[in-house]
C-alpha cells in the first residue's frame, strides 16, 4: 500500500484523483492518500484499490476517518478472453442476463504484467550518431 498525506494541490480535484488511480493501476497496489475537508470540492481523502477503483472517499468539509479492510492476500485477477463453459439461455428460449461472452477470471495479474516487458528495448539513448553528424554544420556557437 502506498501512503500518500501529500494534500495535493494541482489543476482540480478531479485530475487529482485521476492521477492517483492511474498510479495505483500502475503500480498494482492500494492507494491511501490524505487530504484536509477545506480544499476543492472534489479533491479529498481516498483509498484506491489496485484496479483503480475508490474503495473510500471523504465527504467535502466534513471531520472524520476514511477507512477500508483491505485483504492483502486476495489475489489480483485478469480477464483471459470467454470462459469455455458459458451458461446456456434459459429452456423458453428468452435470453437472460447471460450474454454468453463473460470473461474467465486468471489469477497472477502482476506475472502477466511483467511477462510483457520488453527490457532489452530500453537504454540510454546516444546523444550523437551518425544521423546528427550529417546535419550539424561543421563550425557552431559550442
Not at 472524520?64 to 479492510?69: E, I, L, P, S
Not at 528495448?121 to 550529417?134: D, K
Amino acid at each position: 500500500m502506498i501512503f500518500d498525506p501529500s494534500q495535493h494541490w494541482g489543476a482540480d480535484g478531479e485530475n487529482n484523483e485521476l492521477m492517483l488511480r492511474a498510479r495505483a493501476v500502475d503500480n498494482g497496489v492500494w492507494v491511501a492518500c490524505a487530504h484536509w475537508n477545506t480544499s476543492d470540492v472534489g479533491l479529498r481523502s481516498l483509498i484506491i484499490d489496485p484496479y483503480g477503483y475508490v474503495m473510500a472517499a471523504s465527504h467535502f468539509q466534513q471531520d472524520g476517518a476514511v477507512y477500508v479492510d483491505v485483504d492483502f492476500d486476495a489475489l489480483k485477477v485478469f480477464y483471459a478472453g470467454k470462459k469455455p463453459q458459458q451458461p446456456k439461455r434459459t429452456a423458453t428460449g428468452i435470453p437472460s442476463y447471460y450474454t454468453e461472452d463473460i470473461p474467465e477470471q486468471r489469477p497472477g495479474w502482476r506475472d502477466m504484467i511483467l511477462s510483457r516487458r520488453r527490457p532489452e528495448l530500453y537504454g540510454i539513448i546516444p546523444t550523437i550518431n551518425e544521423v546528427i553528424m550529417r546535419y550539424r554544420p561543421e563550425k557552431g556557437p559550442w
